[in-house]
T-cell receptor
Framework: DAGVTQSPTHLIKTRGQHVTLRCSPISGHKSVSWYQQVLGQGPQFIFQYYEKEERGRGNFPDRFSARQFPNYSSELNVNALLLGDSALYLC????????????FGSGTRLTVV | EDQVTQSPEALRLQEGESSSLNCSYTVSGLRGLFWYRQDPGKGPEFLFTLYSAGEEKEKERLKATLTKKESFLHITAPKPEDSATYLCAVPGGATNKLIFGTGTLLAVQP
């Protein structure tokens, strides 16, 4: 079985640009969460989606948005990129929204220059 | 406010030298405590879930334990391949979002 897949694995963007990150959850998992991990820190919660609806949002500016599609895959969008947005963006899938088990993808390394 | 604190920030061990990592937590109503291993540039890899004080789980050279205020990850006779960052997390809020500590960077030297 395929795990959580994220694309792209790496990308470099310029300040002010827009970026879209993609995530495909484990087959059968209906919930996708996004986390930002800055170097040397633990992951920070950005969004949680379940059955295509936003169920939670972390303390991030409105430049961050996300959505979940009917096949449960998800996109994270970041507008007007800042240098401080440089981080590893992680997607986690779970069957429901409970804390019973989150499986993480390998992440997308975003560098903003 | 829900919070997770891990110590030490970094730990260097000789191969075979056992030690423990600490995870202290403050959460309203514990709904589980998760341990993850993270290799550089990779996503966290699930290790254990603990749900109640007194619970213990083992996997190879790792054993996780839980009290009402903290969890320990015991590493027995570590090998260089155990070198990684170990993250602790608890579900918090209405959505069970994971609240992570900053991790312990473990380096095991041959």
């Amino acid at each position: 079985d395929a795990g959580v897949t994220q694309s792209p694995t790496h990308l470099i963007k310029t300040r002010g640009q827009h970026v879209t990150l993609r995530c495909s959850p484990i087959s059968g998992h209906k919930s996708v969460s996004w986390y930002q991990q800055v170097l040397g820190q633990g992951p920070q919660f950005i969004f949680q989606y379940y059955e295509k609806e936003e169920r939670g949002r972390g303390n991030f500016p409105d430049r961050f948005s996300a959505r979940q599609f009917p096949n449960y895959s998800s996109e994270l969008n970041v507008n007007a990129l800042l240098l401080g947005d440089s981080a590893l963006y992680l997607c986690a899938s779970s069957f429901m929204t409970g804390g019973d088990g989150y499986t993480f993808g390998s992440g997308t390394r975003l560098t903003v220059v | 406010e829900d919070q997770v604190t891990q110590s030490p920030e970094a730990l260097r061990l000789q191969e075979g030298e056992s030690s423990s990592l600490n995870c202290s937590y403050t959460v309203s109503g514990l709904r589980g405590l998760f341990w993850y291993r993270q290799d550089p540039g990779k996503g966290p890899e699930f290790l254990f879930t603990l749900y109640s004080a007194g619970e213990e789980k083992e996997k190879e050279r790792l054993k996780a334990t839980l009290t009402k205020k903290e969890s320990f990850l015991h590493i027995t006779a570590p090998k260089p391949e155990d070198s990684a960052t170990y993250l602790c997390a608890v579900p918090g809020g209405a959505t069970n979002k994971l609240i992570f500590g900053t991790g312990t960077l473990l380096a095991v030297q041959p």
